[in-house]
């Protein structure tokens, strides 16, 4: 895998612009922003849209469940109303969309598999064919990563030249196993949870490390001094300018 770029955008600039939506991911860029992560969820019509909760409510002004709801139904939502009235008009994107933007802008990008139970080799089988189709090799390589080992065993399958990362919580104990058998390139942790001595264990085995999602620069210093390659920030712009790397 190509070295991942030290901070990438989580969700894009959420603090600036409503998350996971395409003026995030325009202002992450115009803050400086070199990738950026998203997280990618079927409709309940296998269609992949760009969405971080089961529930609708908190970012959009529709009700229910993601998974529950047609992809026209979803198209139809306000994603951006919620966070002021500036964004109104802003939906919810495609996968399609998202990956022409990203093209158009020069950023390269993380693709969070969000998968429901169940449906977890359905989404990477869906989602994978449909990036590999936007985005061609004239653009970073990506990272797909993924919470469920489903789906990331299924990403292995269907675009095993793509990177993938392990998402975890705390460090799972099996994880040298894991990191062999999903041939990983990295693993992505709560960084709140992540010891000096796991970051040089995952380091010294091999795998790059990312940590999520650091807002303090006085920790993204230590973790960085820890060892670990990247971080998912909710302040892309200010963490890029303070920690010298614009
Ligand atoms: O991929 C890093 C981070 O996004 C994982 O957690 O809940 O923000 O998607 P979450
Ligand atoms: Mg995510």
């Known amino acids: 895998m190509e070295r991942l770029p030290r901070i990438i955008a989580h969700r894009g600039s959420p603090r600036t612009a409503p998350e996971n939506t395409l003026a995030s991911f325009r202002q992450a860029a115009a803050e400086g922003a070199k990738w950026v992560e998203f997280d990618a969820a079927l409709t309940a019509d296998h269609r992949v849209v760009v969405f971080h909760d089961d529930g609708l409510d908190r970012t959009s002004d529709g009700v229910g469940l993601l998974a529950e709801t047609s992809f026209d139904?979803?198209?139809?939502?306000?994603?951006?109303?919620?966070?002021?009235?500036?964004?109104?008009?802003?939906?919810?994107?495609?996968?399609?969309?998202?990956?022409?933007?990203?093209?158009?802008?020069?950023?390269?990008?993380?693709?969070?598999?969000?998968?429901?139970?169940?449906?977890?080799?359905?989404?990477?089988?869906?989602?994978?064919?449909?990036?590999?189709?936007?985005?061609?090799?004239?653009?970073?390589?990506?990272?797909?990563?993924?919470?469920?080992?489903?789906?990331?065993?299924?990403?292995?399958?269907?675009?095993?030249?793509?990177?993938?990362?392990?998402?975890?919580?705390?460090?799972?104990?099996?994880?040298?196993?894991?990191?062999?058998?999903?041939?990983?390139?990295?693993?992505?942790?709560?960084?709140?949870?992540?010891?000096?001595?796991?970051?040089?264990?995952?380091?010294?085995?091999?795998?790059?490390?990312?940590?999520?999602?650091v807002n303090e620069p006085a920790r993204a210093e230590m973790l960085f001094s820890w060892g670990v390659d990247a971080l998912f920030t909710d302040i892309p712009g200010d963490m890029l300018k303070i920690l010298g790397f614009l």
């Open 73 to 213: 139904a979803l198209m139809a939502l306000d994603a951006g109303g919620w966070y002021g009235p500036a964004f109104r008009g802003e939906t919810i994107p495609t996968l399609e969309e998202t990956l022409e933007l990203f093209a158009a802008l020069g950023l390269g990008f993380n693709m969070e598999l969000k998968a429901d139970q169940g449906r977890e080799v359905e989404l990477a089988s869906i989602a994978l064919p449909i990036a590999l189709d936007c985005w061609s090799k004239v653009h970073p390589t990506p990272l797909i990563s993924s919470f469920s080992r489903k789906a990331v065993a299924a990403a292995k399958e269907v675009a095993p030249q793509w990177p993938r990362g392990l998402l975890f919580d705390r460090l799972p104990e099996d994880w040298t196993d894991v990191g062999k058998t999903l041939e990983l390139a990295s693993l992505n942790g709560n960084h709140m949870h992540l010891s000096r001595e796991q970051v040089m264990e995952v380091r010294g085995a091999g795998y790059a490390l990312a940590a999520y999602t």
